[in-house]
């Protein structure tokens, strides 16, 4: 089959695309997945570098890929639940070397869920881990309430655009850090404020919020505690937390590590059938360009997500060209 693979960890130039890859197949508790198209997210750059090494060296050559969505053809021992043929979406694991930058990829039945009806598989690829990261740090971990204020930094990324639309509908008031191009982007999303990070100094023009989303990490982080109101909550995607600050204001801290799970999956199938939370696609590269597709992810200042389709779907009917 045909998969974007590393045979060492390197920087993108080290992701080939081979039509040789040998098919994987669905162990026990998993399905096999024909993969339509597959969301890029920053841990793929991490995992192809050779930076996620302490959670799993990889065996080469490794496929790539976590995100994806597409149709269960294979059922593995002891599934149910799902069903051959059917449309679904989630994350494939991106260190077990079988990754979703193919077109099969095996997946545990705890990280899929049926596929949102009202978006191509394109758009679904976009939202496995961005909508999973949002909805666990807002809803789960934060707690957010109607007329509650919350900071989102990086509103114009993944996780920002996700948490922006998440915390509108949950009532919130929703600030948040981007660069000037994107203003118009997270406002449209719903953001009743925007600071500019490149110019403006967020610390220094807001106070007693309830909540802090930090998908930035470092100095963003160090600064966001001064914002929070006692008791309030932080949750960062990257930087662990300061204990003596965290005691100090009574803060309900959270490092996240992310959980793709289908409890929270469905509840975003859910909100994306409802017309609550839109992915954003902002390119589309095809599985021959996986290398691209990174790069541009890591230079490009992609406006929400990139995507990889691995096989074009035309009214309803795959591509087979
Ligand atoms: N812990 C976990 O389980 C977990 C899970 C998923 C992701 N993550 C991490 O979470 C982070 C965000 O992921 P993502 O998918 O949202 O990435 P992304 O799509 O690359 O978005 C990051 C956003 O942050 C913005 N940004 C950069 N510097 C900023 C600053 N100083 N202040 C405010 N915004 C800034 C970028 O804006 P411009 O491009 O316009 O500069 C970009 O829009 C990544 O580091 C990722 O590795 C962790």
Not at 279 to 303: C, M, S, W
Request: charged fraction near 20%; include cysteine; aromatic fraction near 6%.
């Amino acid at each position: 089959m045909k998969a974007a693979q590393i045979s060492g960890y390197g920087g993108q130039e080290v992701l080939k695309v081979t039509a040789d890859a040998p098919q994987p197949t669905a162990a026990k508790g998993q399905v096999l997945v024909e993969v339509r198209s597959a969301g890029v997210n920053p841990f793929d750059i991490t995992v192809c570098e050779g930076r996620a090494r302490q959670m799993a060296e990889l065996n080469f050559p490794a496929t790539l890929g976590g995100d994806f969505a597409g149709v269960v053809s294979e059922l593995g021992e002891g599934v149910t639940g799902f069903e051959v043929g059917q449309d679904v979406y989630g994350q494939a694991s991106p260190l077990s070397g079988n990754g979703s930058f193919a077109e099969l990829t095996p997946v545990k039945t705890t990280q899929l869920a049926g596929k949102p009806t009202s978006i191509d598989f394109t758009t679904a690829a976009g939202l496995p881990l961005v909508s999973v990261s949002a909805y666990q740090a807002l809803v789960d971990h934060m707690n957010l309430q109607a007329g509650q204020k919350i900071l989102v930094h990086g509103g114009a990324g993944g996780i920002g655009s996700m948490a922006i639309q998440l915390a509108k509908h949950l009532g919130t008031y929703v600030a948040t850090t981007a660069r000037t191009d994107e203003a118009d982007f997270v406002k449209s999303l719903g953001a009743d404020e925007v600071i500019d990070y490149e110019t403006q100094d967020f610390s220094e023009l807001l106070k007693d919020y309830d909540a802090v989303f930090d998908t930035v990490g470092g100095e963003t982080n160090a600064k966001s505690y001064k914002i929070l109101k006692d008791g309030g909550a932080l949750v960062s995607m990257l930087a662990p937390p300061d204990e003596a600050l965290v005691k100090q204001k009574n803060l309900n801290y959270t490092a996240q590590f992310t959980q793709v799970t289908t409890e929270r999956l469905a509840k975003v199938t859910e909100l994306v059938d409802q017309g609550i939370l839109k992915a954003n696609i902002d390119k589309v590269f095809p599985l021959d360009q996986a290398a691209e597709a990174l790069e541009y992810l890591k230079t490009g200042h992609p406006r929400g997500k990139v995507v990889i389709q691995i096989k074009e779907v035309i009214n309803g009917v795959p591509d087979e060209t």
